[in-house]
């Protein structure tokens, strides 16, 4: 039962311009959601978070939109660049529990 | 400070055999999970411990895996007659109590043959 879902396995960005990652999620209790990178042969990375009582998280390049009516959340990297070309996952958290739902992952590929 | 470590990076083994996984994860981390990632798939919640708390064990996929962890330090995952189904990186976790974000390790990739 995959409770959060990325549907888009991969994505292919200019460099420069805006990467759009997107994640969809069914379970409406979920109160974090949070965005990993993953490069080749290491773990995921930690990127940014959003309680679900906000709707947008900025920090830097990143920001995070999240849509609870559509139960859907998106990453922006603007300006995308290359060192971005990674795996994405979104998950998503019941409080400050135990129980991380990933995603399977968005592979994105910033083009110099 | 060092980050999460695990050991081995690497482990091929038969079908049947007994493997151990080890995680150190960062100093002062009440909390750790494991979690699995095959191939084309997402990551997999596999365990929790926090702190000296019961364990969350309601990811292991079946009763051929089982993990200990010592108070707060390391962790190990073992795997009981591996199958080939079990092939997979095997990812820990470890984060601050209260805090969102977990800190990866690098993670140990298991070929069962």
């Given at each position: 039962d995959q409770q959060v879902k990325q549907n888009s396995p991969s994505l292919s960005v200019q460099e420069g311009r805006i990467s759009i990652l997107n994640c969809d999620y069914t379970n409406s209790m979920f109160d974090y959601f949070?965005?990993?990178?993953?490069?080749?042969?290491?773990?995921?990375?930690?990127?940014?978070?959003?309680?679900?009582?906000?709707?947008?998280?900025?920090?830097?390049?990143?920001?995070?939109?999240?849509?609870?009516?559509?139960?859907?959340?998106?990453?922006?990297?603007?300006?995308?660049?290359?060192?971005?070309?990674?795996?994405?996952?979104?998950?998503?958290?019941?409080?400050?529990?135990?129980?991380?739902?990933?995603?399977?992952?968005?592979?994105?590929?910033?083009?110099? | 400070g060092a980050g999460v470590s695990q050991s081995p990076s690497n482990k091929v083994t038969?079908?049947?055999?007994?493997?151990?996984?080890?995680?150190?994860?960062?100093?002062?981390?009440?909390?750790?999970?494991?979690?699995?990632?095959?191939?084309?798939?997402?990551?997999?919640?596999?365990?929790?411990?926090?702190?000296?708390?019961?364990?969350d064990k309601s990811g292991l996929p079946s009763d051929r895996f089982s993990a200990e962890r010592t108070g707060e330090s390391v962790s190990t995952l073992t795997i009981q007659r591996t199958q080939q189904e079990d092939s997979a990186v095997y990812l820990c976790a470890s984060s601050s109590w209260g805090r969102i974000g977990q800190y990866f390790g690098p993670g140990t990739r298991l070929l069962v043959l």
């Open positions: 949070l965005w990993y990178k993953k490069y080749p042969a290491e773990g995921p990375t930690f990127l940014i978070s959003i309680s679900s009582i906000k709707d947008k998280n900025e920090d830097g390049r990143f920001t995070v939109f999240l849509n609870k009516s559509a139960k859907h959340l998106s990453l922006h990297i603007v300006p995308s660049q290359p060192g971005d070309s990674a795996v994405y996952f979104c998950a998503a958290i019941r409080g400050t529990g135990n129980q991380f739902y990933f995603g399977t992952g968005t592979s994105l590929t910033v083009i110099p | 038969e079908k049947g055999k007994d493997v151990e996984l080890r995680c150190d994860p960062i100093s002062g981390h009440t909390a750790l999970y494991w979690y699995r990632q095959r191939l084309g798939q997402g990551l997999e919640f596999l365990i929790y411990f926090q702190g000296n708390s019961a364990p």
